[in-house]
């Protein structure tokens, strides 16, 4: 997979903090970007919908996701989310979750400029995932 020193992350944060203007945020005014690496060299963003109903609201993450398969699918190796201030935000649980699907264990997960990224695996220690599915079936 790919080593740090090739995840072009200044371009990563660039793209999340840019897909903070694309948000929908008038309940929380709490715009969020995210941007993911893929394991072919693609940039993916996505932005946070609310929703009046706020339950229904979608993280920056959720819209990554949607067009990582939209346009084609890939696999993830690193995730930039920013919220409106420019500054790293922590991703969700759900959102956790939904990342760690398209990325597995070894998905970087920004940090910030001064911080070591973190591995999804840190943040979702003992995740459920595909692989669970397969083994956990009833007869
Ligand atoms: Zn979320």
Same mark, same amino acid.
């Given at each position: 997979m790919s080593s740090l020193g090739k995840i072009p992350w200044p371009l990563l944060r660039e793209q999340a903090r840019s897909a903070t203007s694309r948000s929908y945020a008038p309940y929380s005014h709490v715009t969020v970007g995210a941007a993911g690496y893929t394991s072919n060299g693609e940039i993916i963003t996505g932005s946070n919908i609310e929703n009046a109903s706020y339950g229904l609201t979608l993280c920056a993450e959720c819209s990554l996701i949607s067009a990582l398969i939209g346009q084609g699918g890939g696999r993830l190796v690193a995730v930039a989310i920013v919220a409106?201030?420019?500054?790293?935000? =922590?991703? %969700?649980? !759900? %959102? !956790?979750?939904? /990342?760690?699907? &398209?990325?597995?264990? @070894? /998905? /970087?997960? *920004?940090?910030?400029?001064? =911080? =070591?990224? &973190?591995?999804?695996? =840190?943040?979702?220690? @003992?995740?459920?995932?595909?692989? *669970? /599915?397969?083994v956990r079936r009833t007869p």
């Amino acid at each position: 997979m790919s080593s740090l020193g090739k995840i072009p992350w200044p371009l990563l944060r660039e793209q999340a903090r840019s897909a903070t203007s694309r948000s929908y945020a008038p309940y929380s005014h709490v715009t969020v970007g995210a941007a993911g690496y893929t394991s072919n060299g693609e940039i993916i963003t996505g932005s946070n919908i609310e929703n009046a109903s706020y339950g229904l609201t979608l993280c920056a993450e959720c819209s990554l996701i949607s067009a990582l398969i939209g346009q084609g699918g890939g696999r993830l190796v690193a995730v930039a989310i920013v919220a409106g201030d420019g500054e790293p935000i =922590a991703p %969700c649980g !759900r %959102c !956790r979750q939904l /990342l760690f699907e &398209h990325g597995g264990a @070894e /998905l /970087l997960v *920004d940090a910030g400029e001064t =911080a =070591a990224p &973190h591995t999804l695996g =840190a943040l979702l220690p @003992e995740a459920f995932g595909p692989s *669970d /599915l397969g083994v956990r079936r009833t007869p």
